[in-house]
């Protein structure tokens, strides 16, 4: 009874896997974690740790299948948040982009799966609250995916950490308060949770 239960078991776990499994498309959304680097006050000489926040993002996927491996590129609509402390009143810095990440992923064992691979990122925006700030320097950049996921049937859930490659900042100055003026270094490194669709 016990061998009849645990060979159930395995058959409906590679079932589901397989629902999931072969080349198609889908789409994607999910929560973050994120905190961007260090701010330089370039007046005092103040160097502020950021406080992560929670971000989101949604877009969507495509997937080359092969026997053990694949190939996964996505387009996602990334918003992150991180929160700093400027002569003790706290400035939330916000930042839009578009991520392209391509991932190639390692299949383990029934549905769950390893992947990394380079995230091309587009900054579209960068918001300080109401301190003015320049646009980054690159609006293009390079970062780095990594994680582990799990499908079940045409459901997939992952978690991954993303770090940021390219070197990149964003100047800022308020005319508003005095001594407050500098760099603020915006590579995310951030932890994502998503769940996927595959349509």
């Known amino acids: 009874m016990k061998k009849t239960l645990l060979v159930a078991v395995f058959a409906l776990i590679g079932a589901a896997a397989m629902a999931q499994s072969g080349s198609g ?25 950021p406080e992560g926040k929670a971000g989101y993002h ?17 387009l996602v609509y990334s918003k992150t948040k991180s929160s700093y ?7 939330d810095y916000d930042v839009s982009k578009l991520d392209m990440p391509v991932l190639l992923g390692y299949k383990l064992i029934g549905p769950l799966h390893i992947f990394a691979g380079p995230a091309f990122q587009y900054t579209l925006n960068n918001d300080f609250d109401d301190i003015e700030i320049e646009d980054v320097k690159n609006d293009f950049t390079v970062g780095l995916n990594a994680g582990v996921g799990v499908n079940l049937g045409n459901i997939g859930l992952d978690v991954r950490y993303e770090r940021g490659f390219s070197e990149n900042e964003a100047q800022f100055i308020d005319t508003e308060v005095a001594n407050v003026e500098g760099r603020i270094d915006s590579r995310p490194s951030q932890v994502i949770f998503a769940l996927s669709l595959k349509l």
């Open 25 to 49: 498309f889908g789409i994607k959304a999910g929560l973050s974690y994120n905190k961007n680097g260090d701010l330089v006050n370039t007046v005092t000489d103040a160097v502020d740790d």
């Open 58 to 74: 949604f877009g969507f996927w495509g997937k080359l299948d092969f026997p053990k491996i694949y190939l996964r590129p996505e």
């Open 85 to 91: 402390d400027i002569n003790g009143d706290s400035q």
